[in-house]
């Protein structure tokens, strides 16, 4: 069965970074396009960013563009998301989201459990 698996959060402060992984299982990973969400709380879902299948290409939100950066190891069925410079607004619960896809097409079929990111001072 699908699996996917985050880690990486915790606690971080204004200006810090952190790196979220999540670790896919039970599909062929370098067939899908893979992405980020977040939940904030109290706040709706939020797509962060995608990536293709092969990495060949990349999208972000407005929100975390120039900040945020999304790769995958498709040999370690991995998908990462780098995040530097963090603000407050960040703070959030993450969910890696497999796509229906080759490309980022937001159209999603499995999610994992989330990992929690806090910033805060």
């Known amino acids: 069965q699908v699996q996917l698996v985050e880690s990486g959060g915790g606690l971080a402060q204004p200006g810090g970074s952190l790196r979220l992984s999540c670790a896919a299982s039970?599909?062929?990973?370098?067939?899908?396009?893979m992405n980020w969400a977040r939940q904030a709380p109290g706040k709706g879902l939020e797509w962060v960013s995608g990536?293709?299948?092969?990495?060949?290409?990349?999208d972000y939100a407005d929100s975390v563009k120039g900040r945020f950066t999304i790769s995958r190891d498709n040999a370690k069925n991995t998908v990462y998301l780098q995040m530097n410079d963090l603000k407050p607004e960040d703070t959030a619960l993450y969910y890696c989201?497999?796509?229906?896809?080759?490309?980022?097409?937001?159209?999603?079929?499995?999610w994992g459990q989330g990992t929690q990111v806090t910033v805060s001072s």
């Open positions: 990536i293709y299948s092969d990495g060949s290409g990349t």
């Open positions: 989201v497999k796509d229906r896809a080759g490309v980022v097409s937001r159209e999603y079929d499995y």
């Open positions: 039970g599909f062929t990973f370098s067939d899908y396009a």
